[in-house]
């Protein structure tokens, strides 16, 4: 099965529903089911303005699954920032980040188990663990 590395928080961000579009600098062709891995990158400063406490959050480990819908290619700024609280980027990210996969239906495994990220989407051929 396809998975995609997020930093936390937004690993949490999207696994937990909060967050429904995942920026990328690349566009995909690839739909459907994927496993949400958290990697071992935290941006601290996203954690602090969010409120999230960043010693509590997984980290090298795959979190659960995702549904890939669509890929949203952003063409303005009016349209990154109209998204805002769909990826929780920074307005300053929109010369970073022209690719937001729109995501649903996230679900979160009873517990995450380690695994190694790598970049882009990647297979991993290990049974998946049922979700909550």
Same mark, same amino acid.
């Given at each position: 099965? $396809? &998975? ?15 967050? *429904? ?6 566009? *995909? ?17 996203? &954690? ?16 659960? *699954?995702?549904?890939?819908q ?32 729109i995501?649903?239906n996230? $679900?979160?495994?009873? $517990?995450?188990?380690?695994y ?7 297979e991993v ?8």
């Amino acid at each position: 099965m $396809k &998975c995609l590395s997020l930093k936390q928080p937004y690993a949490e961000l999207l696994i937990s529903g909060r967050k *429904t579009i995942e920026l990328r600098k690349w566009n *995909t062709n690839f739909r459907g089911q994927f496993l949400v891995h958290a990697s071992k990158n935290v941006n601290k400063e996203k &954690c602090e303005f969010l409120g999230i406490d960043c010693n509590i959050l997984d980290i090298g480990a795959i979190l659960g *699954t995702a549904i890939l819908q669509d890929v949203k290619e952003y063409k303005n700024r009016t349209e990154f920032e109209r998204d805002r609280n769909r990826h929780f980027a920074d307005f300053k990210n929109f010369a970073n980040y022209h690719y937001g996969f729109i995501i649903r239906n996230a $679900k979160r495994f009873r $517990k995450p188990f380690p695994y190694l990220g790598q970049l882009k989407f990647f297979e991993v051929s290990r049974p998946i663990r049922k979700v909550k």
